[in-house]
């Protein structure tokens, strides 16, 4: 079945103007890259129906979401969505477990591959239902929301970032349960993410933007190749660089600069990349964590 | 004495109607003021405000002039009730309403300010409609705004006095409340009988503070399950 998404249009922003013309076919997960400020979010915005200024058209699955100036021809809460935001966005004064149900009991009824357990206990979050989600951390408050997300059982999931606040294994977890959930259940997926691992292994078509604009759309793991490139372009000085360990059982730790910036696991490739002042460069490198190991 | 508990009756009738309809009614005038980014809403801000620094004189002498029996508004209820509403309990809730009116708006307005639009769209984004966020997320965040306001509304309506004098007069069982009773004590040096009322007031004051202080203070209360 094809899940055709169409956006053509534009929203003017102070920091760049969003100017779109996209049609993919959702049937493979789409990825979205790029740096920070270059719209990611807020392509995410548009496609949920959040941003009332953008004007032009967004079809997905033959259906019009927005025409024009009416952003609301089918508004948010209509649209099927499962949306995880960069900050989990929680319902304040519930629990994890009546956050949970808020999005079950106004699920789409649909049968579905993964249950409410198993999707719980995947996620690590049987241990937090009865917390406020004032007191969860950021991964847990990530982790709850992605749960939240899929339990509104979407005819489309964007995720922003979902995973950024976890730690590496939870993040590398997380990931393999989510390609498995994705394709058990056949959800379409743009998912928004800094981190190449990630869009290598949960995307298969990628978009590159730029100050609001689409500059490459492609294959991921061809795009994933050129990356350096193509982030070395956006407006402000960037240095960017790929990291990945070949060997297939051994972790490494990756060093930038002079920090340890976390673990980098088997046959994970990691993007690195920071902003140029004047007289800064970067510096990395990979450590085996072990003797025997090799980065 | 039963004079006096009559007036306590009315008081607490008068303050109990005057909170139960302010809730629908301000609910989506503090709603607007809320959210809105609209010129005029810093002019309707003030005129919801007034109340609390006109004279009460002054409000009571200008609800006389709109709802007295030769007005439009007066004569309108004449025709619809066959009642007036100068000097009549249905004329005291009107004033108590619009005196009362930044006491429930005000509170219910910092409420729902404090609902973040991050959260809205959140709710909408898992299938909420506005409706549905609306009682579902927006009342429950904003439980200690509608608990500060429909205190603050029937406690002040409670020891309202120149409104009620002005547009109510003193007519026993109909529009002499606790406030004029205590006066006409006064006026008539029967002291003791004034202390009595005086002193449940000042008790009843000191509770509604306490409660709103004691319960809408606190910081979060967590929805379960």
Redesign the interface.
């Known amino acids: 079945m094809s899940h055709q998404l169409i956006i053509k249009g534009s929203l003017r922003r102070a920091r760049f103007t969003l100017d779109l013309d996209l049609d993919v076919d959702l049937s493979r997960p789409l990825g979205i890259l790029g740096a920070t400020g270059a719209g990611k979010t807020t392509l995410l915005r548009v496609i949920a129906g959040l941003e009332r200024d953008f004007s032009g058209r967004v079809e997905f699955c033959g259906e019009v979401w927005h025409d024009g100036d009416h952003f609301d021809r089918v508004p948010t809460h209509q649209r099927g969505l499962g949306v995880v935001f960069q900050d989990g966005r929680l319902l304040p004064g519930r629990t994890v477990e009546s956050n949970l149900a808020f999005a079950r009991q106004r699920a789409r009824k649909v049968n579905a591959a993964v249950s409410y357990e198993a999707l719980t206990e995947a996620l690590d979050l049987n241990h937090l239902l009865s917390e406020p989600a004032e007191v969860l951390s950021g991964g847990e408050r990530q982790r709850a929301a992605l749960a939240r997300a899929l339990l509104a059982r979407p005819r489309l999931l964007l995720l922003d970032e979902p995973l950024a606040a976890n730690d590496a294994d939870h993040r590398q977890q997380l990931i393999r349960h989510l390609a498995e959930w994705l394709s058990a259940e056949g959800i379409p997926l743009v998912y928004v993410s800094h981190a190449a691992h990630e869009l290598a292994q949960l995307t298969r078509q990628l978009i590159v933007l730029e100050r609001g604009s689409v500059t490459a759309q492609g294959e991921t793991h061809v795009l994933l190749e050129a990356q350096s490139e193509a982030i070395d372009s956006v407006a402000r000085p960037v240095a960017a660089v790929v990291m990945s360990t070949d060997v297939e059982h051994s972790t490494a730790t990756l060093q930038l600069d002079d920090d340890a910036a976390g673990a980098v696991l088997p046959g994970e490739r990691v993007l690195l990349q920071r902003e140029l002042t004047e007289n800064s460069g970067l510096g990395a490198a990979l450590q085996p964590q072990s003797d025997e190991n090799e980065g | 004495m039963s004079g006096d508990l009559q007036a306590v009756g009315l008081t607490a009738l008068l303050a109990a109607t005057t909170t139960l309809l302010l809730v629908p009614l301000a609910s989506p005038l503090a709603w607007w003021l809320a959210r809105s980014t609209s010129p005029s809403r810093s002019v309707i801000e003030a005129v919801v405000a007034m109340p609390l620094v006109l004279p009460p004189t002054v409000l009571g002498f200008y609800l006389l002039i709109m709802l007295n029996p030769e007005s439009v508004v007066g004569s309108l209820w004449i025709e619809l009730t066959g009642d007036s509403l100068t000097f009549s309990f249905s004329g005291l809730v009107i004033a108590s309403i619009i005196y009362s009116l930044p006491f429930m708006v005000q509170p219910l307005q910092a409420a729902f300010r404090a609902v973040p639009d991050?959260?809205l769209?959140?709710?909408?984004?898992?299938?909420?409609?506005?409706r549905?966020r609306w009682l579902?997320?927006v009342l429950?965040?904003a439980k200690r705004g509608y608990l500060t306001g429909c205190v603050l509304t029937f406690a002040h309506t409670v020891g309202e006095f120149g409104v009620v004098l002005m547009m109510g007069g003193n007519i026993p069982g109909e529009t002499r409340v606790l406030s004029i009773a205590i006066y006409e004590h006064v006026e008539t040096l029967n002291y003791d009988a004034a202390h009595m009322l005086a002193l449940g007031l000042l008790g009843f004051s000191f509770l509604s503070l306490w409660l709103v202080y004691r319960y809408a203070g606190h910081r979060?209360?967590?929805?379960?399950?």
Request: without cysteine.
């Open positions: 991050s959260v769209e959140a709710a909408a984004t898992l299938g909420a409609s506005p549905d579902n997320v429950p965040m979060f209360e967590v929805v379960r399950g």
